[in-house]
């Protein structure tokens, strides 16, 4: 009857059981707790930016962190609307149907040490730039934080690159060393046989460190055998009569004509080459 049961603590025993399962319970509870507190992303990749603490109580929707894919990387590129004409870049048709591409190579200073990725341009975005009505071109660089065997360090997240694009062939253009542009894109020419000065003010079609390419069909462009006056003159006035060496030689001059005033030991001449046009090839 109950009180031997009771005298056998089959309650007692009842109760204990039913804790053991009971705790069990929670026990299986707090491991999938545990175990749901580990995130895993979908692809490999790092930390970008952590946003909750340990012991932070969180909820469904609550933004823990930010994380960023290593596969690849992309830079976007601001170019200016005019120079993108010169630029090998896939072009965004309806259809898909882009051209491919051209290489790109990217340029940054790594703790005082130059250092520099290849990759290529992936696509061209859809809208220029509201702000600066930029074309904004998309370079993808694989493997951006994988082992180099030249010790190249990893191209991270926010860095400041210059980048370098392979560029369409220019066709009847004429290319001018830097050295021989003056302020306001002027140029000096010396006219044949006369060897007088004439200042000529050019219209680029794209310039860098090193050149200025100015379009043949500009009316401002030189003409086909002009000679181009290489040589620094502080004050040069159209009409002035100068002795340019071409081509490693003095240009004598003319018959008739009074001699030019010979510069004096250490004085530069105007070094004058003849101007040829460039087809692109």
Known sequence: GLPGAVAARVPQLAKAKADVESAKAQLAKARRDLERTILRAPYAGQVLEQTADVGQMVGPGTTLGQIFAVDYVEVRLPLPERESQFLSLPQP????AARSGGKALLKATVAGKPAQWEGRVVRVESAL????????AVVQVDDPYGR?????????IGAFVEAELAGEPLRDVFVIPRAAVRAGNEIILIDRPQNTLRRRVVEPLVSNSRHIVVDSASVSAPKEGDVLCLTPIPFP???ARVLPTIDGQVESPPVGKKAAKQPEDGEPKPKAPV?????GK
């Open 275 to 279: 101007v040829s046009q460039n087809d």
């Open 129 to 136: 730039d509201e702000t600066t009505r930029q074309v904004m």
């Open 237 to 239: 006035a159209d009409g």
């Open 148 to 156: 180099r065997e030249d010790g190249t360090p990893p191209l991270t």
């Open 93 to 96: 048709f309806r259809d898909g």
